[in-house]
């Protein structure tokens, strides 16, 4: 395994996962904290190069912690290079997390076919 280096290149593998999930909040409505699962297998080599670029805009984001509320939420990605062995994780506050993280999160991997902003 490759190191945790802010460069992000080497964080994706062919067998990599990514699980977003969306946390807290007053409101219990399960198909909203429902995870999304990317298997890096299944992608072509412009949605890796987009998810790659998911990432390393969550690394420039330091993994800002989410805030303690009643009616926050927060963002956790998980990244598994081997199925349930996490490699790393971030966690940001909804209000801190950039637009193609919401975007990966509701849309899957149409969000990665998307053109860039």
Request: net charge negative.
């Amino acid at each position: 395994m490759t190191g945790n280096g802010s460069s992000g290149n080497d964080l994706l593998e062919p067998t990599s996962v990514i699980i977003v999930t969306r946390e807290g909040g007053f409101v219990v409505t399960p198909g909203l904290s429902a995870p999304r699962k990317i298997e890096c297998r299944q992608l072509n080599e412009h949605q890796r190069r987009r998810l790659q670029t998911v990432l390393d805009e969550l690394d420039r984001h330091g993994g800002e912690s989410a805030s303690a509320g009643a009616d926050r939420r927060s963002f956790r990605v998980t990244l598994e290079v081997s199925a349930g062995c996490p490699r790393r994780e971030w966690e940001l506050d909804e209000s801190a997390a950039p637009r193609s993280l919401i975007g990966l999160w509701k849309r899957g991997v149409e969000e990665l076919d998307e053109s860039a902003d």
